[in-house]
């Protein structure tokens, strides 16, 4: 039962915190493709290539060895991961890579934005330092690994923080919802190709490390289950990822919730025209991405 002295809160607008979420996460993302991430990570001794990006990511847990990041990453091939895992970390401690990967995400802003100076991007990392406040740690291993780092002193730097922190906590989050609307990592990222958002096909496979057998089984598992049927979603496949969606932004919409729409809008206004920049710098390669 609620009291009339503490009414239940109002449901989250769904769409307003995907927005949020989708007009942040390039703010992150965009460090997976920078070649100043490969500069400063290889310059430690890390190898170039996925390697790069298995330490850059999986560092703030520790030297984890490929279960947690399989586990955690979800959508990528084991053998993929035990490629690199935990090699990475006899050629440079976790300490070591969460260095050079902030080093590189500054430069990386820097370039991209033509600066990272001005009132917009100071106000922006208040927001979100803010909205961070409401993030909770249960059931999202990779969001309370980069929350126990400390918050950087510099708006750029922040806003690149909170960013992690609100993408890891939503991505653990839609590892959740994936689990339990039974499917795996690979047949979640094989159904989220063919909604046409994200990933290409081509891309997400060869990234995500998935041999052509690998890929088309995936492919014919959901088919027998009625939710693909040729090369494409059933209506069925459609109304699954709509709900694992929909889950998945509540499952992430505390933070906005706490900001409130007047200043969750203005955090969507603010990294709207901060990623547009971004992508106007050309920080996603051509042929990556089929549309957002």
């Known amino acids: 039962m609620v009291s009339a002295d503490h009414p239940a809160p109002s449901a989250p607008d769904l769409r307003l915190v995907s ?8 703010l992150h993302s965009h460090v997976y493709f920078a070649p100043e991430t490969d500069e400063q990570l290889t310059a430690i001794g890390i190898r170039p290539g996925r390697m790069v990006y298995f330490a850059g990511r999986a560092a703030a847990m520790g030297a984890v060895g490929p279960g ?36 590189a995400a500054r430069a990386s802003l820097t370039r991209l934005l033509g600066g990272v100076e001005g009132p917009e991007l100071t106000e ?17 291993p990779l969001y309370a690994a980069h929350a126990d780092l400390p918050w950087p002193d510099e708006p750029v730097l922040q806003v690149w923080h909170a ?9 653990d989050g839609h ?34 490390g998935w041999s052509d057998e690998e890929w088309a089984a995936a492919l014919a598992g959901l088919t027998d289950r009625g939710l693909v049927a040729d090369g494409a979603l059933t209506a069925a496949g459609g109304q699954l990822r ?22 969750t809008e203005r ?26």
């Open 68 to 103: 947690v990041v399989t586990a955690t990453f979800a959508n990528f091939a084991p053998s993929i991961v035990a490629r690199h895992l935990p090699r990475a970390w006899t050629l440079a401690s976790p300490e070591q890579v969460l260095t050079a990967r902030t080093v």
């Open 267 to 292: 955090v969507a206004e603010l990294g709207g025209a901060l990623t547009g920049r971004l992508l106007a710098a050309g920080a996603f390669p051509a042929g990556v991405l089929a549309r957002a």
């Open 19 to 26: 927005r949020a979420h989708r007009r942040l996460e390039p």
């Open 163 to 171: 960013v992690t922190l609100l993408r890891e906590h939503r991505g």
């Open 175 to 208: 590892v959740l919802s994936v689990v339990r609307h039974g499917l795996t990592g690979l047949e979640a990222l094989v159904t989220h190709t063919l909604t046409g958002r994200g990933f290409t096909a081509q891309s997400a496979q060869l990234t995500r």
């Open 124 to 140: 922006l990392a208040e927001l979100l330092r803010e909205a961070c406040t409401a993030l909770t740690p249960e059931g999202r």
């Open 242 to 263: 709509t709900a694992l969606e929909q889950e998945t932004d509540a499952l992430s919409a505390a933070p906005f919730v706490h900001l409130g729409t007047v200043r």
